[in-house]
């Protein structure tokens, strides 16, 4: 090398990205995340700054108009996801497993809303959130026969076993009191007794979902018993649900507008923000303070005491997912969003993720089941009823009953509510009053319901870490019978592969290079 050599000229180093670092890297990083904040932010802003202008309901349609295209395009997203996810994750488990992991989720989504039930309860006694005095605001509804608990149960059983899988895409079944049919050619005496409602099995407009869930985990379970028969249905699905992820990825960003627009169309909607507020204040605290205490609390404790790791951490992975979930109100909604965040920064296994989320955004309602008997006691307060032993045990069963089949749709705990109220014989018509608060309300308790889902399948998955190895071991060993080395998706026959076809074959085909197999005798 002589002294003018001052080695090889090269701009590998001057074009290299600088990494960015400190504030600017966290920008980066949670670049969504900032800019669905913002979009909370200015809907707020925006909600209270025009309302000193009494819009009309055009302007206020307008205002509306981007956050009901947002929630169209996410709820568009919503069947195929579900379809698509839990078939695969289904399939990528054995029959058993998928029993097992069916039964942990089961079994942790019955405990956290009984307990959410029980925490709702202990709150409303110690708060005290009912006061005589707001009956005066509450106005009649229209009278007709209430559901019971026993009609709540049955409906679960009909959705789950739907008698036609194409119509539990579009109508979920329900049941309701109607006069009954009159009998032709018999007249009724005032001594006859007539019932005055009969119960009917009707169908009303919604995605059945549970009926979804159950046909796509018993289809998904099986198929994957099929091996290499089946594997090209998997991967159909599997397909699907990667291009869905890929819309949502481009829907994501227009979540700032959207969010921006329903916040503000929401806040406009309302006649009197502060009086509505100030009247039911205690009962909006209530709520929060349970929600928040279960969030930052117990959900906490949940998770470091199965995992053993930095639980906010993960809580702070899910601030994306939060935001989705408490602006449109919705889990099932917010579930593509949640898929991303759970696979993604937060790594949990697939397999859990798309078996888990999309029961759990149906089954799992911790804050309904707060809610609901938050509820239930702020309306007994306000009518003096002294509630015993007996009573509040019936308030917790019944609430944590009908939050297992609520719909993920927004205010669907209103309408459990009156199932709730039944069982201990309280008034329904103040329901009414909750009415006009239930908008901010669901918001509020929405974030417990997806982060229930969430906190759920890392529990899940860690529970299950043993089987999920033992299947990734099934999986990436090869078994060799008659001649053909067999794989978890291929079949090849070692003595008809010709030299051009080896390159079709090397990237499925796994050889064992081990000494003990490499030897294989000829027995012709």
Known sequence: MGPGDRGPKTTEDRRASVEPTGLKKWLVDNTMLVTTLAGVLAGISVGFGLRPYHLGPDMLMVISYPGEIFMRLLKLMILPLIIASLIAGSASLNAKMSGRIAVRTLLYFILTSFFNALLGIVLALLIHPGKPELREHATAVEGKRDHSILDSLFDIGRNIFPDNIVQATFQQAHTVYAPPTPVIGRNFSDNDTVPEFVRVVSYRSGTNTLGLVFFCMVFGSLLGTLGPKGQVVIDFFQAIFEVIMKMVTGVMWFTPVGVSSIIAGKILGVSNVGQVISQLAWFILTVTIGVFLYQLVVMQLIYFVFLRRNPYKFYWGLSHAMLTASATAS?????????????????????????????????????????????????CQMNDMHLGFAQLAAILLASTAASLSSASVPSAALVLLLVVLAAVDAPAHDVSLLFAVDWLVDRIRTTNNMLGDCYAAAVVEHLSKKELMACDAAISEPTEANGLLQTSSTEVDLETITPGDKSLASDDVIIDMHPNNAAVPNRA
């Open 331 to 379: 889990t099932a909604a917010a579930l593509p969003v949640t898929f991303r965040s759970m696979e993604g920064p937060l790594k949990i296994d697939p397999r859990i993720t798309r078996f888990v989320l999309p029961i759990g955004c149906n089954i799992n309602m911790d804050g309904t089941a707060l809610f609901l008997t938050v509820a239930s006691l702020f309306v």
